[in-house]
């Protein structure tokens, strides 16, 4: 199993940036897949969470209506589009595969 992440990087109090994950090593069209961040100093936790189909995602309280999981099957890619950024969704981003496999992450940090 193997799941790249990119699409972080350094942006701007109210940016936006996409991150994508390609999966491959399983079948990706059959998995749950969701993104987690770790903030310096803190515990990591789930952000977005998607089904197999790409319906009843899920998100976490503190990006509701910024943020939105999505996938492309034929692709094998998940995304987490972000926007409204604020300085507290600076983190390292990880692609989570059935509850079980991780990326290595990708870091975003929002900062003036």
């Known amino acids: 199993v193997q799941l790249v992440e990119s699409g972080g990087g350094l942006v701007q109090p109210g940016g936006s940036l996409r991150l994508s994950c390609a999966a491959s090593?399983?079948?990706?069209?059959?998995?749950?897949m969701s993104w987690y961040r770790q903030a310096p100093g803190k515990e990591r936790e789930l952000v977005a969470a998607?089904?197999?189909?790409?319906?009843?995602?899920n998100y976490a309280d503190s990006v509701k209506g910024r943020f939105t999981i999505s996938r492309d099957n034929a692709k094998n890619t998940v995304y987490l589009q972000m926007n409204s950024l604020k300085p507290e969704d600076t983190a390292v981003y990880y692609c989570?595969?059935?509850?079980?496999?991780w990326g290595q992450g990708t870091r975003v940090t929002v900062s003036a």
């Open positions: 989570n595969a059935v509850w079980r496999y």
């Open positions: 090593g399983f079948t990706f069209s059959r998995a749950a």
């Open positions: 998607i089904d197999s189909g790409g319906g009843s995602p």
